[in-house]
């Protein structure tokens, strides 16, 4: 190990977000010792890259998959653990930058420790934020975390946004690529299978974020994740529609002028910014050729096709509980969108039928927040239910 080593944790190393963030770890293996790789249940895959990266230990949340874990990293010196509280733990270890990238509200209890710790917090984990927001960001003013965004529209407004002149900023631009389904009609939505919304025109991302990004709720999470990170409120943010996803996103300023980051859709680019700053380092991802790509282009996005963009801005003015709420019924109908138990425009509108019960109860604590997301998750199920029924026996 050398002085100028940096310590890294990965939370969901298994994953998209995690695989990639590893890839550029493995480019660059003198710069950086890692502390603990966290994965849910992919044993085979996280043996493997704890036998590539040495971490100090390796931590599945699944219980059942202790021991394979122990079994596949006998001999090698490498602690391994199970479990929820493990995964907290490997979170609290010391590492001086933590990829938050979970999938989920999963996600925040160990995102919630590594900002304790007051690390440097690299986050790609935007659930966290969205059912979080002012709880987490009163913890980094508390322990001085450092929190760095990972999504590539939030890399892109970190990069141009003028921390020192907040005032300057008239508005924040989110660009969307549309989702695979940008061109179609509502009524022909009703019946695409899960294949089809999972495979994204321009990324390559884990299932849950594809299906978001498909019915357009990964813009509405994006928003919220976006009022948090940059202090603006909902009016000042913007969506708009980009089919090319060269442009990241954009700020625009009090005087006429609008900042931009651009590159080719590579996550790559935006966990890099993150890992090596306030430096930069090399990234492989495909160099960005303007000529090649010929045509930028833009649209309005369409809230009539797109409700899901409404019910967020609906759900952020509201306040209180209610983008836990959102956030947690979102999961659930996902999930049963993927499990083939739930149609694709039920997804938007189990969250909304969700919501519209539940409302905006205050909320103050982690403890009442944990109690919004189990309620929501258990309505959310019960509307998924009775919607599959239905479907079934033919009610529309
Ligand atoms: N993929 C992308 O390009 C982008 C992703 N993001 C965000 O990053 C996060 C991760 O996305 P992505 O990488 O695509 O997701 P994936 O589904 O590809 O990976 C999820 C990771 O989280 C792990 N995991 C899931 N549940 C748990 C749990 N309960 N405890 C511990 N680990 C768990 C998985 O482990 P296992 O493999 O064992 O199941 C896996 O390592 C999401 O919040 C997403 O919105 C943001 C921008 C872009
Ligand atoms: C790579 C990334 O940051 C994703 O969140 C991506 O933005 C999804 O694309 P759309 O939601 O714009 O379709
Ligand atoms: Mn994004």
Redesign the pocket.
Known sequence: MTDTQRTVTVLGSTGSIGRNTLDLIERNRSAYRVEALVAHRNVDLLIAQARSVRPQCAVVADEACYAALKDGLAGTGIAVAAGAAAVVEAAQRPAEWVMSAIVGAAGLEPTMAAVRRGSVVALANKESLVCAGDLMMAEVQKSQATLLPV???HSAIFQVFDFDRPQSIEKIIL?????PFRTWERSAMASVTPQQAVA?PN?S?GAK?SVD?ATMM??GL?LIEAHHLFGLPEHQIDILVHPQ?VIHSMVSYVDGSVLAQLGT?D?RTPIAVALAWPARMEAPSPRLDLAAVAQLTFESPDHHRFPALSLVRGALQSGGAAPTIMNAANEVAVARFLAGGLGFLEITAVVEQTLADLGAPAMSSLEDLFAFDTQARHHAAVLCQKRSQAAASGIS
């Open positions: 999504d590539s529209e660009t969307a690529s549309g989702g994204h990324w991302m974020i990004s990964n813009k994006e996803s859709p996550m």
